[in-house]
């Protein structure tokens, strides 16, 4: 049985830095795309960053580019998102997803195993 479990969130002030990480379980995860998603209150969840089985090849969403940068140390089977100059507008849930299949996606409904969400607030 596939587990995710995010950790690291928490309460920030703007401008601040917080890494979150998650912590796979059930397979052997290095064989397979990761992402991380949020959502905020009242909004869908929405599509942060991927990053590919080996970690060579990444992508992010427009609004967090420059700013959060995901990893993962397969060793570990740990995926991490790296999230600096946090805005206020960054407060969510944030979690992590894989796929069934190896193939790249930035859907939320490509992804099949999801985490339980970690809590990000960024206070103004």
């Known amino acids: 049985q596939v587990q995710l479990v995010e950790s690291g969130g928490g309460l920030v002030q703007a401008g601040g830095s917080l890494r979150l990480s998650c912590a796979g379980s059930g397979r052997s995860f290095s064989n397979y795309v990761m992402g991380w998603f949020r959502q905020a209150p009242g909004k869908e969840r929405q599509f942060v960053a991927r990053i590919s089985a080996s970690g060579g090849s990444t992508y992010y969403a427009d609004s967090v580019k420059g700013r959060f940068t995901i990893t993962r140390d397969n060793a570990k089977n740990t995926v991490y998102l790296q999230m600096n100059s946090l805005k206020p507008e960054d407060t969510a849930v944030y979690y992590c997803?894989?796929?069934?299949?190896?193939?790249?996606?930035?859907?939320?409904?490509?992804?099949?195993?999801w985490g339980q969400g970690t809590q990000v607030t960024v206070s103004s």
């Open positions: 997803a894989t796929r069934r299949f190896n193939i790249v996606a930035s859907t939320t409904t490509a992804y099949e195993y």
